[in-house]
């Protein structure tokens, strides 16, 4: 009986699963409209209809072969984005209940006066505070006060929350006093989810520990009545594995700990997709990578340098600080489902308000009339204007010519230039982004290779390209389930952190020694929990390093030779290196800190393999379906244009553009003047003037 691996991506839109048989190595794949009212509703859908289309004969347990289970999720995100959390309350040191509204007092926009700080999750009412002071060195200065501090869990027993964070100033320091409150929490709110600062972040600067812990407690209930749901419903198709579910930086924990800990799920769908890319990027050649993945309510791209994406401390995810390891991906609102509209100043504009999956596009004969980047792509017949998902979901170009007709009228355009317009208008949106991660870190753009996936991103993947000076896409064979697919190229994974303030110095050289050594045994705790044999453990270790007086970090790599004094000496070179490819200078001779000691572990386990495919010749002719008028902005009229089944390319094929690539999962957009081979992998590399 064949054992199958399993990779599920519960996105906005659709639900994305990747199927691995291990002993024939083949990969499988199957997408579902997504449920946003019970995502498990969904998954368990796409779960049961990919298992009863490749193991027909397992008809009350189709999912009894399934030997591996990961599951990437928006829920968390979801929930923070529409502020659908749990009424939460707040316990922290006596004179700091107001440092969750005050922040940092920037303004989101330096030149907006006007702009809106994110919604306080906490409300001053429930927030409380309890007489305690840790010094910065460690030593108690005021004992907890017990006796208040089981008055305040009454008071927030009373009030009728279902989670409480709790965060004192120096508690990632000296926690004894953060163990007992939340001790105390659990005597007098058993039913209440917990969480405390030591355990979330327990790293320095209090306002971005403190709204941490806070969206942790936030998210809890959440993301537990989700795993609840989720499980039965597994159980129910027979299958026993142990779900995993993706962390923000790109390994996967157990259901358990992610329903713990749900902050670090944040970015957990879109990180499956960069670990997929550095897989599918290191077999086909390409280390120097910009991955561009667009679904169907936004877009994430993060930059892959030597095959690795950096892994950020610290982030901003939707307004709030969240002080977590997470790949570092930028994220904006524009996805197939993003609608365009016209501004108060006539202007045409796209996002970041999306139709998402429930109604959908104007296409999608939903109920909705606003029209969105789908309707223009199904207009311009890049699309097809018939069905998507090889046939299983029918949708209408009249209606989608209808949605965009009302804005067409309005700007005095024709239909077809209307719709060019909307995606001339989101690849700006897009091309911004990728600015973000590359020019403005210090990366030039032309140096690395675009890597589309996502439902959308190869539709979308050409033009940006060239908008970018960019001159090589590469589209995975299986671009619209990649995120699903990642899930089965990655590690189980965890971070540990600590904060000691050390110049990087040899005077430090034992302090630094010591921090590492109580990480590692946290991290071999770790392992002896996830059953993670000592072959099967990697351990790597970075700092999170600065000049002194400097307010912000860069990480620098460890050597992996024992903590001596050529370590310290070693250290400061590297954060040099670091901090002129990032800023353009080093202050060579400036007194360098070491701030954060993280170490990262991971436990090995098998992985989808992708096998090679031997050479089959240039003649892509035989791929050829259907020729069908298609809009190209580089003729401003509809031009007869072939239409490439995916699945019929083999490697070594060859042709140009203009062409349309169709599959289940994706559509391709290659336009005139770019060429476009197939690799031993069956990856699509689009060769592009600039």
């Given amino acids: 009986m064949s054992r199958w691996r399993v990779g599920v991506d519960s996105g906005g839109t659709f639900t994305d699963i990747c199927l691995f048989d291990e002993q024939a190595g083949r990969v499988e794949t199957w997408k579902v409209p997504s449920t946003p009212d019970d995502p498990s509703r969904g998954i368990a859908q796409g779960v049961e209809e990919g298992m009863r289309r490749v193991v027909p004969e397992a008809k009350d347990h189709p999912a009894a072969s399934i030997v591996y289970f990961g599951h990437g999720t928006t829920v968390a995100t979801n929930a923070l984005i ?39 999750l906490v409300p001053r009412d429930l927030r409380l505070e309890v007489p305690e002071r840790v010094r910065h060195t460690g030593e108690i200065d005021t004992p907890l006060d017990e ?27 000296r926690p004894d006093h953060e163990k007992r409150a939340v001790a105390i929490l659990r005597e007098e709110l058993p039913d209440v989810f917990i969480s405390a600062g030591h355990e979330i972040a327990p790293e320095f600067r209090e306002f971005e520990r403190l709204s941490t812990v806070v969206l942790n407690a936030y998210l809890g209930p ?92 610290e982030a901003i995810v939707h307004g709030y600080p969240i002080k977590a390891p997470m790949l570092d991906i930028h994220t904006v609102g524009a996805g197939g489902g993003s609608i365009a509209y016209i501004d108060s100043g006539g202007l045409l504009k796209v996002g970041p308000r999306s139709c998402g ?12 009339q606003e029209p969105a980047v789908t309707d223009a792509n199904v207009v311009l017949q890049t699309l097809n204007p018939e069905h998507l998902l090889g046939g299983r979901m029918k949708i209408r170009r009249d209606l989608a010519e209808r949605a965009i007709g009302r804005l067409a009228e309005r700007l005095g355009l024709s239909i077809p230039e209307t719709a060019q317009g909307i995606l001339s208008v989101v690849t700006a949106n897009m091309a911004r982004a990728i600015r973000v991660i590359s020019v403005q870190r210090g990366h030039d753009p032309r140096d690395y290779t675009l890597m589309a996936f996502g439902g ?57 020694a010591q921090a590492f050594a109580g990480l590692s045994e946290r991290a071999e705790r770790w392992f002896e929990h996830e059953a993670i044999a000592p072959a099967q453990r990697r351990l790597a270790r ?43 200078f080093a202050a060579d001779g400036d007194p360098v800190q070491l701030v954060t000691l993280r170490v990262e572990a991971t436990g090995i386990v098998r992985k989808a393999e992708l096998l090679a495919n031997p050479d089959a010749g240039p003649d892509a002719s035989g791929a050829i379906v259907e020729h069908r008028p298609v809009w190209l902005a580089e003729s401003r009229d509809f031009v007869p244009t072939p239409i490439y089944a995916r699945d019929r390319l083999r490697p070594g094929n060859r042709f140009t553009g203009p062409a349309i690539v169709e599959q289940m999962d994706a559509t391709t957009l290659v336009p005139p003047g770019t060429a476009a081979r197939v690799d031993a992998y069956l990856n699509l590399i689009l060769e592009t003037a600039t």
């Fill in 456 to 512: 959308a991103g190869p539709l979308h993947a050409a033009r940006l390209a060239r908008e970018l000076d960019m001159g090589r896409v590469l589209v995975p064979a299986n671009p619209g389930i990649l995120c699903a697919m990642g899930l089965l190229l990655t590690d189980l994974r965890a971070d540990f952190g600590l904060t000691r303030l050390l110049p990087a110095t040899e005077a430090s050289t034992a302090d630094v």
């Fill in 222 to 313: 959440v993301m537990g009545r989700y795993i609840r749901r989720l499980s039965p419903r597994l159980e129910a198709l027979g299958m026993t594995a142990t779900p995993h579910l993706t962390q923000s930086n790109g390994g996967v924990i157990g259901f358990p700990t992610a329903a713990d800990m749900p902050v670090r799920t944040v970015l957990s769908g879109p990180s499956t997709g960069v670990v997929g890319a550095q897989a599918i990027g290191a077999l086909a050649g390409f280390a120097d990578l910009i991955t561009f993945d667009m679904g169907g309510t936004s877009t994430d791209v993060a930059l892959l340098q030597d095959g690795r994406c950096r892994l950020a401390a």
């Fill in 542 to 584: 970075t700092v999170d390093m600065r000049y002194h007086g400097q307010n912000y970090e860069l990480s620098v790599a460890v050597p992996e030779a024992p903590i001596a004094p050529a370590t310290l000496q070693a250290l400061a070179a590297g954060f040099g290196e670091a901090h002129r490819q990032r800023y353009g």
């Fill in 82 to 120: 529409q502020h659908r959390g749990v009424k939460t309350g707040l316990i922290t040191t006596d004179g700091f209940r107001d440092l969750l509204e005050i922040g940092r007092q920037k303004r989101p926009d330096l030149y907006d006066i006007q702009a809106d700080k994110p919604k306080t």
């Fill in 357 to 368: 999956a429930d109604p959908g596009p104007a296409c999608y004969d939903r109920g909705n």
């Fill in 147 to 173: 006796d208040k501090m089981r008055a305040a869990a009454r008071a927030l027993k009373a009030a009728g929350v279902q989670a409480v964070a709790v965060s004192f100033l120096y508690g990632f320091i």
